[in-house]
């Protein structure tokens, strides 16, 4: 039962990572500002980093990984498709919105009674969100100034 929780709690991340993958594409085939581009990918390469470390947690406890992003992913494609529409700013502010989204899950699941959720969390997932949002929140400062 323990087991399945976990392996339920790492699958709900690991669909909000493939979302936040997605979305970075969606805004890279929009941009073709080189500094926004460089700041875009590596946001998107730490998202797919942890894409792979959620993956190999799944598989160790003996799950299987979502394949998809499932109906989150297609919310989030809108949204940001939605926001390339009316520019740099606007496309840079939903991306920050997925940061802020996942800044906020991994820091309500550190106060989980999961344990190794908890620290799974804690010591992986939370401390490269947190870059990641900093990093997003930072491109949104050069996107206004621009």
């Known amino acids: 039962m323990m087991n399945d929780t976990t392996i339920d709690r790492l699958n709900d991340f690991l669909r909000g990572e493939l979302s936040a993958v997605e979305s970075y594409r969606l805004a890279l085939q929009q941009t073709s500002h080189e500094g926004f581009g460089s ?3 590596q ?3 730490a998202h797919e980093r942890r894409i792979g470390a959620i993956r190999d947690k799944i598989l160790a406890l003996g799950g299987a990984p979502a394949a ?3 109906a989150w992913g297609t919310f989030a ?3 940001q498709a ?3 529409l009316f520019g740099n700013v606007a496309a840079v502010s939903a991306l920050e919105e997925g940061e802020d989204h996942g800044l906020k899950m991994y ?3 550190i106060s989980e009674d999961n344990t190794v959720v908890r620290e799974f969390v804690d010591a992986i997932l939370l401390p490269a969100q947190r870059r ?3 990093l997003c929140r930072s491109l949104k400062s050069y996107a206004k100034a621009s």
Do not use: E
């Open 39 to 41: 700041t875009l990918r």
């Open 43 to 45: 946001l998107r390469d």
């Open 68 to 70: 998809s992003s499932g």
């Open 107 to 109: 820091r309500d699941a």
């Open 132 to 134: 990641s949002h900093d």
């Open 82 to 84: 939605g926001a390339d």
């Open 77 to 79: 494609g809108v949204v």
